[in-house]
């Protein structure tokens, strides 16, 4: 997984204030420890779906959140 991709999702969760239970429990993960593990790097395989769904659920560009582009509302 890409690191801008990681430290931007660390971004939008801590602007967040949203749980992690209740971030998994948005995106339809069974466990909050998902959201850690995506956060972290233990993930390294996410698709351009799961870019995404985690981009529509923070109501950000996907190409923001992939690293694409630096605005990070284009194109939502």
Known sequence: MDQIFIERLKILIEESDLSYEKIAHGLGFRAKSTIFK??????????????????????????????????????I
Do not use: E, Q
């Open 38 to 75: 995506y956060k972290n790097g233990k993930i390294v395989k996410i698709g351009p779906s799961g870019i995404a769904k985690i981009a529509n659920f923070f109501h950000v560009s996907p190409s923001w959140l992939a690293g694409f582009t630096d605005d990070k509302y284009y194109n």
